[in-house]
């Protein structure tokens, strides 16, 4: 396994101290209430759980599940809801938690979804993100910590099922990647 896991390129207390930022900013932002958190599936659910514990407000949550279509409809940014909701988002302020912000195409398709459902606001919060990928101009409201043009593992990232459980964000040994 070891030999897969490449340098730290953000280490745990790194991310911790952003995260509470980001809670805190949230808490201020939302404190009239009626904000519901919405985690992307299967990577945000780290990120989910400690952003969670950072907000001092009312909040609920919940997941979703999305995977992009094959290659060559992937560029419309068309994603396939694998799991969605079970809460009504109506008349709610809604929160997309994401790991992280490549393409930006999924949130892209997220936030269109979820307004069309009548939620009193739709925005977004990434722990990473990854500008230099990006193919469509979406905004990110809360933004964590930019990294560079490389595949990461960890804090819920993973490579083929494998390493979401590091506690740092890895980058993924260039080896064995490009192999693939
Ligand atoms: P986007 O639609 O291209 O922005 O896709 C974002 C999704 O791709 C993320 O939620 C991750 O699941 C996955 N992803 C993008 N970059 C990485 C990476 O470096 N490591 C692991 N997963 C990634």
Do not use: W
């Not at 101009?137 to 809360?142: L, P, R, S």
């Amino acid at each position: 396994m070891n030999n897969e896991i490449g340098k730290i390129l953000v280490p745990r207390e790194v991310i911790a101290e952003k995260v509470r930022e980001l809670g805190r900013r949230i808490s201020e932002d939302y404190k009239d209430g009626d904000l519901i958190l919405i985690g992307v599936l299967k990577g945000a659910f780290i990120f989910l759980a400690d952003l969670m514990r950072e907000i001092t407000i009312n909040v609920d949550m919940d997941f979703i599940s999305v995977s992009s279509y094959a290659n060559d409809t992937k560029s419309s940014g068309i994603v396939r809801i694998i799991k969605d909701v079970d809460i009504n988002i109506s008349n709610k302020h809604v929160l997309i938690v994401e790991d992280i912000v490549d393409t930006g195409l999924t949130l892209n398709h997220l936030k269109e979804l979820f307004q069309t459902r009548g939620p009193k606001s739709v925005k977004i919060c990434a722990i990473f993100d990854k500008p230099s990928r990006r193919k469509v101009d979406i905004t990110v409201d809360y933004k964590g910590i930019e990294i560079p043009n490389e595949f990461v593992i960890g804090y819920g990232l993973d490579y083929q099922g494998r390493y979401r459980n590091l506690p740092d964000l890895c980058v993924l040994n260039q080896e064995i990647y490009k192999k693939e």
